[in-house]
């Protein structure tokens, strides 16, 4: 019989996870759909990143990683110009995507795609929009990236900077929240959002911390 590791806990091993999500973009003020499409951050999502990285400038962070979509890495910038470290890409971190609902708004897609509007809205976990993908299958995509992430990192503390999407898949698994539970919780634009990662797993630790952003 093989001994247990110690866990992570009892060698300090414990990864602090800061989880941004990006600044704001056009398509987010019009409530235009996303997903992989390559969307620039807007005046306000800069000043949004440049508050961010005065925020972060002061955290002991090890790493910064973000999804390779420019408004994600655009957010990034300013914090890792501050911290003097590099921004490591990693598509695992992208949004889910929506595939023919991408660049449409909540309202084209709900008059153009009603039954689809329909189950993407009731949280279907193994619906997909067509060239999409399922809630099941972006949700464990995602959380899987997050955990190898912190998997390199014992005893770090990392920065993820990545989309809502992703965001909320990494509350739900922290809370243990269902994959359909109704959403109650905030997802703003570059707030701060804190978590752990142990051997119970994902826990919250802070939730859509924006006090850097007062006044934007």
């Known amino acids: 019989m093989t001994d247990r590791p110690p866990p992570r806990e009892a060698l300090g091993a414990l990864t602090r996870i800061l989880a941004i999500r990006h600044g704001e973009t056009a398509w987010n ?3 235009r759909l996303q997903g992989h499409t390559d969307v620039p951050l807007n005046a306000l999502g800069r000043a949004q990143a440049e508050r961010l990285g ?7 962070v090890d ?3 973000s999804s390779d979509l420019s408004r994600a890495r655009d957010t990034a910038e300013p914090a890792a110009r501050a911290l003097g470290l590099p921004i490591l890409l990693e598509p695992a971190l992208r949004e889910r995507g929506f595939g023919a609902f991408e660049g449409h708004t909540y309202a084209q897609i709900e008059e153009r795609w009603p039954e689809g509007a329909q189950a993407w809205r009731r ?12 809630l099941l299958r972006f949700q464990a995509r995602c959380v899987e990236a997050v955990m190898r ?3 390199r990192h014992p005893g770090q503390t ?6 809502g999407g992703v965001l909320d898949a990494l509350y739900r698994k922290a809370s243990r929240a269902g994959i359909q539970a109704p959403r109650t919780w905030q997802l703003a ?10 051997d119970a797993g994902l826990m919250l630790v802070g939730w859509n911390d924006g006090q850097h952003l007062e006044g934007l």
Do not use: M, Q, W
């Open 158 to 163: 990392i920065v993820i900077v990545s989309h």
């Open 29 to 31: 003020a019009d409530k």
């Open 63 to 65: 790493a910064i990683y």
């Open 54 to 60: 005065v925020a972060l400038s002061g955290e002991p």
């Open 149 to 151: 992430l912190a998997d």
């Open 123 to 134: 949280r279907d976990p193994d619906f997909a929009a067509p060239g999409g993908e399922t």
């Open 189 to 198: 634009n570059a707030a701060i959002n804190r978590l752990l990662v142990a």
